[in-house]
């Protein structure tokens, strides 16, 4: 099986999530090495939590690196197949759906914390996240990623 980023779309996805991040963050989420495969597999590596969604009307997830696969305890495709809604539990993603229409309206937000679930059903709240707009060098958007490496387990009931 070929490495997730050395794959020509995962390449591209993550040089438009790096560039996209710089734009509309203001800093970049990483520094770039110069050489997008290599940009790729660290940003795949990273020990922060990465996802994004495409525009569909009930997005999907497109992209999620490592750390985020371990957190949602999924192999890349069944993730990359998945409504980003899914990664909230029910009742919260109404939250979840001002979060993103928030960060729609001003390209990014900074401020965001809340629970979300795994394939197994496993709790864990997110803190300190960004929540950006992917937009390509003309403007035009892609999806949103959201991005954070803070997080921990909740126990149940909690």
């Given amino acids: 099986m070929t490495n997730i980023w050395t794959r020509p779309d995962i390449i591209a996805h993550s040089a438009l999530l790096l560039s996209s991040f710089q734009q509309i963050v203001g800093r970049e989420l990483m520094p770039s090495t110069g050489d997008a495969q290599e940009d790729s597999q660290r940003l795949f590596d990273a020990p922060f939590a990465l996802v994004s969604h495409g525009t569909q009307a009930d997005p999907i997830l497109n ?13 890349f495709a069944a993730l990359t197949c998945m409504p980003s809604r899914l990664t909230a539990q029910p009742m919260l993603r109404e939250e979840r759906q001002r979060l993103m229409e928030r960060a729609s309206a001003r390209g990014f937000i900074d401020d965001y914390s809340g629970i979300r679930i795994s394939s197994t059903g496993k709790l864990f709240r997110i803190e300190n996240v960004i929540l950006w707009n992917v937009v390509d060098d003309k403007g035009e958007r892609h999806g949103q990623a959201a991005v954070f490496n803070s997080w921990s387990d909740v126990a149940e009931g909690k």
């Fill in 63 to 75: 992209y999620g690196n490592g750390t985020a696969l371990r957190l949602w305890q999924l192999d």
